[in-house]
């Protein structure tokens, strides 16, 4: 069922912006006749340029989607300089309303065109289809507006515009929630490693659920990758690394480990590297997001730890790896838990809490209750400290961040720089 219409005004042929209203009337029409369903949200795109830009026609155009708007209840207009700027305002409050079953109505030579800028400011959480923009209000005798080919295509070139022209569209949207902070630790020394944590502030993404420096997309988020690569060019300006040479894991909540140079497996946890100007990434949130440090054997790692990855062990896994590839020895490594949840807010079933209990009975608080408060963090301290690697293990005065959500961290990353007197990332 279709829950919003985008009604594309942008290639309008300069003929028809006189009659727009009776353009806009017969296809409003068209979707009450032909749908089985209430009339869905409407909202028209248009393009509006500065007024020194204008055309004359444009001068006609405007004035009569307002007249328009104010007539029709449910019917939106949005203008903007670019598609992309449209669209993605358009994008912000389908969001809003939570919908994500689209028609688009437009000329049929826009058609592959839209499609681009779609692919690239949405994700497979929508769903849309697409049909050409009408004159005649009979569902039985239906007008093209505009030429029609049968076979559209995109060059390469036009797909370079369009891409240009969203990331000069993100790029100029303010920062959220707050500036870009970067929280580090005294433990790894700055003349070797460049680190950090990032918190949920100075990025652009706007999703309720998600921080605004969110840095990890995925197909079943509202997030593009396009909003998460602006994010990633912000913290990269911000904290000095090049965002070409980032490298995320890629979670399963278990523990494996992907070792940089080698084959990539289809998914880790943990991730680590010897590399000059390489910068390595994993998220947390109620996960522990760990950082590792050798500054003998110059190498780094991180890792994300949630419940199902601490009994696994993926931090004791990263630190094999880093011992096993780059020869490092457990007491150089120095380890830094970045914030996540506490034992105060973090439940798990009874049968999953009896697996922490074995390994540190003080990592359950009210065993014997149906859910029992866990301690991750303890737990990833207990495994940690197998290896004698307590000596350089670092803790957060915060130990609960979802008691200080506008601190809950991102992501954390951290690179090997190049190799002089001092070691810049």
């Known amino acids: 069922m279709v829950e919003a219409v985008l009604i594309d005004l942008f290639s309008l042929p300069a003929s028809l912006h006189n009659g727009i209203q009776g353009v806009l009337r017969n296809t409003l029409e068209i979707i009450e006749k032909c749908s089985s ?53 358009i994008k912000q409050i389908l969001d809003e309303k939570d919908l994500s079953v689209i028609k688009v109505i437009l000329p049929s030579l826009r058609k592959e065109l839209m499609k681009v800028y779609i692919d690239h400011l949405f994700t497979a959480v929508y769903q849309f289809e697409f049909e050409d923009l009408k004159e005649a209000s009979d569902c039985n005798n239906l007008q093209t507006i505009g030429p029609k080919r049968e076979e559209q295509t995109v060059s390469t070139q036009d797909v370079a515009l369009i891409r240009s022209e969203i990331q000069m569209h993100l790029k100029s949207l303010p920062s959220l929630k707050g500036e870009l902070t970067i929280l580090k630790s005294s433990l ?78 289809d998914s880790y946890d943990g991730i680590v590297t010897n590399q000059k100007g390489v910068t390595i990434a994993a998220p947390g949130a109620d996960c522990i ?34 011992v096993s590839e780059y020869g490092c020895n457990v007491k150089d490594i120095l380890v830094v838990l970045g914030p996540s949840v506490g034992p105060c807010c973090y439940k798990l079933p009874r049968e999953s809490a009896e697996e922490f209990h074995r390994i540190d009975p003080k990592c359950v608080r009210q065993f014997d209750s149906a859910a029992p408060y866990i301690d991750i963090r303890r737990a990833t301290r207990s495994d940690l400290a197998s290896c004698s690697c307590l000596s350089g293990l670092k803790m957060q005065k915060r130990s609960c961040f979802l008691k200080f959500h506008s601190a809950w961290p991102t992501a954390q990353f951290c690179r090997l720089g190049r190799f002089s007197i001092t070691i810049f990332l």
């Open 37 to 89: 369903t209430p009339t869905p949200f409407v909202y028209v795109m248009c393009c509006q340029m500065p007024e020194s830009e204008r055309k004359d026609e444009q001068e006609s155009l405007l004035p009569a989607l307002r007249d328009f708007q104010s007539t029709k209840k449910g019917l939106e207009v949005v203008c903007a300089q670019t598609t992309a700027a449209v669209l993605y305002t």
């Open 188 to 265: 790894i020394p700055d003349d070797i490693f460049l680190h950090g944590f990032t918190t949920r502030t100075g990025g652009i993404s706007y999703i309720p659920t998600l921080s605004s420096c969110n840095l990890f997309s995925s197909s079943k988020r509202r997030d593009p990758q396009a909003v998460v690569k602006e994010n990633l060019r912000r913290l990269a300006n911000a904290a000095g690394f090049n965002p070409e040479n980032f490298h995320r894991v890629k979670t399963d909540h278990a523990n494996a480990v992907c070792v940089m140079g080698r084959t990539e497996p």
């Open 289 to 322: 997001p760990l950082l590792f440090a050798d500054p003998v054997r110059k190498a780094c790692g991180a890792a994300h730890s949630g419940w199902k990855g601490t009994l696994l062990g993926v931090s004791m896994a990263t630190v094999n790896a880093m």
